[in-house]
Nanobody, 124 residues
């Protein structure tokens, strides 16, 4: 599976941005796609995940109510809509795909395929 992330940029505090992750290479019905982020000097952390079949979603507490993960089956694309952005959301965002049990979908090691990162900078 290959992943291509896009959509990052500079946004003001309180603003919105939508990230896209286009998948290619095979069918994805058995896959889970996750978004992770890595801020300068920090560890990479889980942000959100979606199970391709059924659309179950999971979010880290810090983004609940602000971020929404979704998928477009026809376009083989997963989106991360980010609203009410804060400077603490500044990071390189990565999408990843794998077939983990849903209970470990938040773990970095659950994903075998990663896209290149896209930088989101939130200015105060």
């Amino acid at each position: 599976v290959q992943l291509q992330a896009s959509g990052g940029g500079l946004v003001q505090d309180g603003g919105s941005v939508r990230l896209s992750c286009e998948l290619s290479g095979r069918t994805f019905s058995s896959y889970t796609v996750g978004w992770f982020r890595q801020a300068p000097g920090k560890e990479r952390e889980f942000v959100a995940a979606i199970r391709w079949a059924g659309g179950s979603t999971s979010y880290v507490d810090s983004v609940k109510g602000r971020f929404t993960i979704s998928r477009d089956n026809a376009k083989n694309t997963v989106y991360l809509q980010m609203n009410s952005l804060k400077p603490d959301d500044t990071a390189v965002y990565y999408c990843a795909a794998g077939r983990p049990p849903w209970g470990v979908a938040r773990m970095i090691g659950s994903y075998k395929s990663w896209g290149q990162g896209t930088l989101v900078t939130v200015s105060s």
